[in-house]
């Protein structure tokens, strides 16, 4: 079965090598970001049985720093390292502080093997629903145990799944541990065959971490009715704050949250936001939420 994934994984990037070779030449953007993501790794030093963390973006980053804390406050002796597959889970590691990242390179063995020979993880730590089949299959065949974090299996996803339960099947024999975040997780899992003795509700990390600056928020802040328009796309942002801007003078009491899917596009949307007579701060220059109405996160 990996024989057949890398070779259809390595047919497809061949196919496809005209292509990202053109778009190399001519995109600044895309070039770093290809860059970035096949040599990234090359950049930590080789570690020697480290754990090994792997976030999608930004909102997995923010669980893998969780269970990163975790780690060390349990006096775990051994190196971490996270990897992250957009670059701007990249750039939310870096903003939170974590040493040793970089960005996931390409699900085939011309960059696992290099990968996992300079890294030589003890263990790799999968956040949520990130499915590496020819990393999960590498770390099996050398005996690095993979662990799925605060897992999740969408109804869309098991559909997905239920086309080719083979597959599935025969990723999840090469995951030791499945830790899940409700019992629907958990059963849509052993739906599969997983054995049970591989499977176990945790509960959602999510709820696990402190946010700084809370316990200094009074009772009105608090009981304050919140509107959050998340994972805006372009072209959403104006009729949001069209709706903000009618909301604000019929609602006193609520306060706004608007939190773009891409953080690459937050120039561009402060700049659309700035030509609506409403002030508003960036969550990261603000101590506290209450501090202002209308808040864009980043």
């Given at each position: 079965m990996s024989f057949i994934y890398?070779?259809?994984?390595?047919?497809?990037?061949?196919?496809?090598?005209?292509?990202?070779?053109?778009?190399?030449?001519?995109?600044?953007d895309f070039r770093f970001d290809f860059f970035e993501r096949i040599s990234g790794y090359k950049v930590i030093k080789p570690l020697n049985s480290c754990i090994w963390v792997h976030a999608a973006s930004v909102g997995e980053v923010r669980l893998a720093k969780t269970i990163i804390l975790a780690l060390k406050k349990s006096k775990a002796t051994r190196p971490i390292v996270l990897s992250t597959f957009t670059s701007s889970g990249f750039d939310q590691a870096k903003k939170e502080g974590i040493e040793n990242v970089f960005r996931m390179p390409p699900d085939f063995l011309l960059w696992i093997n290099p990968l996992l020979k300079n890294l030589c993880p003890a263990i790799l730590v999968l956040?949520?629903?990130?499915?590496?089949?020819?990393?999960?299959?590498?770390?099996?065949?050398?005996?690095?145990?993979?662990?799925?974090?605060?897992?999740?299996?969408?109804?869309?996803?098991?559909?997905?799944?239920?086309l080719f339960p083979f597959i599935f099947k025969w990723i999840a024999e090469k995951i030791s541990f499945f830790s899940m975040r409700t019992e629907k997780d958990a059963d849509r899992v052993l739906d599969f065959g997983v054995s049970p003795e591989?499977?176990?509700?945790?509960?959602?990390?999510?709820?696990?971490?402190?946010?700084?600056?809370?316990?200094?928020?009074?009772?009105?802040?608090?009981?304050?009715?919140?509107?959050?328009?998340?994972?805006?796309?372009?072209?959403?942002?104006?009729?949001?704050?069209?709706?903000?801007?009618?909301?604000?003078?019929?609602?006193?009491d609520c306060k706004f949250v608007i939190a773009p899917r891409h953080l690459q596009r937050l120039s561009e949307v402060k700049e659309l936001m700035a030509d609506y007579d409403i002030e508003f701060k960036l969550h990261s220059e603000i101590s506290n939420s209450g501090n202002s109405r209308l808040v864009l996160l980043d």
């Open positions: 890398h070779t259809i994984v390595g047919f497809a990037i061949l196919v496809a090598s005209p292509l990202i070779f053109l778009r190399v030449i001519f995109s600044s956040v949520e629903a990130e499915m590496w089949p020819g990393i999960i299959f590498e770390c099996s065949r050398r005996k690095i145990p993979v662990l799925i974090a605060n897992g999740r299996i969408t109804e869309k996803s098991a559909h997905r799944y239920q591989k499977v176990r509700v945790d509960g959602n990390i999510k709820f696990d971490f402190f946010v700084p600056g809370e316990e200094d928020s009074s009772l009105e802040e608090q009981e304050s009715n919140w509107v959050v328009f998340g994972s805006t796309r372009p072209g959403d942002e104006g009729p949001v704050m069209e709706t903000i801007t009618k909301l604000f003078q019929e609602h006193p």
